[in-house]
C-alpha cells in the first residue's frame, strides 16, 4: 500500500506552540470569575477606604476627645464631654438652623423644578427643548464662588433686585417682608430671606434634572391608557404620572438638602452672623481649635443623611438617580 508523498504529517499535540503568559493569566481569570471580580473592584475599594472611610473614622475618634478647660489642649482619652457641649441650647439651635433652612430650600426647589420639568419632559420638543436643557445647566458652568458674590451684589442695598423693586413700586412688600422677625433683618443681602434666594438659585438644577429623567421615563401608554379609561387629565396626574415621578423628586432632595445642609460658604457671604453648622465648623477647626467639637459637629449632617438616604432608598430614589 503506498502513502501520498504530499499528505500532512500528523500534528503532534506535545509540539503545539506554548500559551503566552497574557494567555495563560486570560486563560486564569476566565475560569475563576470571582476572583476577577475581586482584582476589579479592588482598587475603587481601596480608594475608597483610604480616602472616604478611614478620615470619617478619624473624624469619629475626634468627636470622642474633649479640650482641657484650663489649658486648652485637646485630651486624647474616649469621652462624651464633647457630646454634652454639642447638646447645648446654643449648638442645637445652629443644627435646627441648618435643618430648617435645608428643608425649606428643598421644599422651594421641589416646587419650581417640577413645573419646569414636566413641560421640559411633556410638552417642549426639538430645538426649545434643548434650550431649556441649556439654560439649566448653564449656571453650573461658572464658578460657585462667582455665583455667590453675585448674589451678594444683587441682593444688596444698591444693588440690581431693589432697583428692580423700587422702579416696579414693589419697596413696601420688600420692606414688609425685612420687617418680619425671623427672616428680615437690615437689607435682602443680610437675612435669612436673601440666603433662601441664593441657596435656592445655586441648588434649583440639582432638583430639575432627577426630575426631568423620572418625567422622561414615564410611558405615553400609560397616560393614553389612563384617558381611554375616561381619567380626566387632574385625576391621570395625580393617580398615574406623579407616583412614578415621586423617587425623581426624592433623589433630587438628596441633593438640594445635602449640599444646603453642609454648605458653608453661603451662610459666611449672605446672610448675619447666625452660625449654621458649616461656618460653625470652619470656626471651631480653625479659629477656637476645638477640633473633637468640630467634629462632633460634622458627624451631625453625616447622621442626618444617613436616616434621609435610608427613607430615600424606601421610596426607590437611588433607582432615578
Known amino acids: 500500500m503506498t502513502t501520498n508523498a504530499f499528505q ?50 478619624a473624624l469619629l475618634l475626634q468627636s470622642f476627645f474633649y479640650v482641657d478647660d484650663f489649658s486648652g489642649v485637646v485630651v486624647k482619652e474616649l469621652s462624651f464631654n464633647t457630646y454634652q457641649q454639642l447638646f447645648t441650647i446654643d449648638n442645637l439651635g445652629v443644627v435646627g ?48 464662588l462667582v455665583r455667590v458674590y453675585s448674589w451678594k451684589l444683587i441682593l444688596a442695598n444698591e444693588g440690581v433686585l431693589n432697583w428692580v423693586l423700587n422702579t416696579v413700586h414693589l419697596d413696601g412688600v420688600r420692606d414688609w417682608l425685612l420687617a418680619l422677625p425671623v427672616i428680615g433683618g437690615p437689607s435682602l443681602s443680610f437675612s435669612y430671606l436673601g440666603m433662601f ?28 391608557a389612563s384617558a381611554d379609561l375616561g381619567a380626566r387629565p ?16 426624592v433623589a433630587g432632595s438628596i441633593f438640594t438638602f445635602s ?10 457671604v449672605i446672610g448675619n452672623s447666625s452660625f449654621f453648622i458649616g461656618p ?17 459637629f460634622t458627624m451631625t449632617p453625616i447622621i442626618i443623611m444617613a436616616i434621609y438616604l435610608t427613607i430615600a432608598g424606601r421610596l426607590g430614589a437611588f433607582e432615578a438617580l
Request: hydrophobic fraction near 55%.
Open 8 to 57: 500532512p504529517a500528523p500534528l503532534n499535540p506535545s509540539a503545539a506552540a506554548p500559551l503566552s503568559t497574557a494567555k495563560r493569566f486570560a486563560t486564569f481569570m476566565y475560569r475563576r470569575p470571582r476572583v476577577a471580580l475581586l482584582l476589579l473592584l479592588a482598587p475603587p475599594l481601596l480608594w475608597l477606604l483610604i480616602i472616604y472611610v478611614l478620615p470619617l473614622g
Open 97 to 144: 438652623r441648618t435643618l430648617v433652612m435645608a428643608s425649606v430650600v428643598t421644599l422651594a426647589c421641589g416646587l419650581i423644578a417640577f413645573p419646569l420639568a414636566y413641560f421640559m419632559a411633556r410638552f417642549a420638543k426639538g430645538r426649545l427643548r434643548g434650550l431649556l436643557y441649556v439654560a439649566v445647566l448653564m449656571p453650573l458652568w461658572s464658578s460657585y
Open 197 to 224: 434666594l441664593v441657596f435656592t438659585y445655586i441648588w434649583l438644577p440639582y432638583m430639575i434634572l432627577p426630575i426631568y429623567a423620572a418625567l422622561e421615563r414615564v410611558p405615553n401608554s400609560f397616560v393614553e
Open 234 to 249: 387632574g385625576y391621570t396626574f395625580r393617580r398615574v404620572i406623579l407616583p412614578l415621578v415621586i423617587p425623581g423628586v
Open 259 to 268: 449640599l444646603t445642609l453642609g454648605d458653608f460658604i453661603i451662610p459666611t
Open 280 to 296: 460653625a465648623v470652619l470656626s471651631l477647626q480653625a479659629t477656637t481649635g476645638n477640633v473633637p467639637l468640630a467634629a462632633a
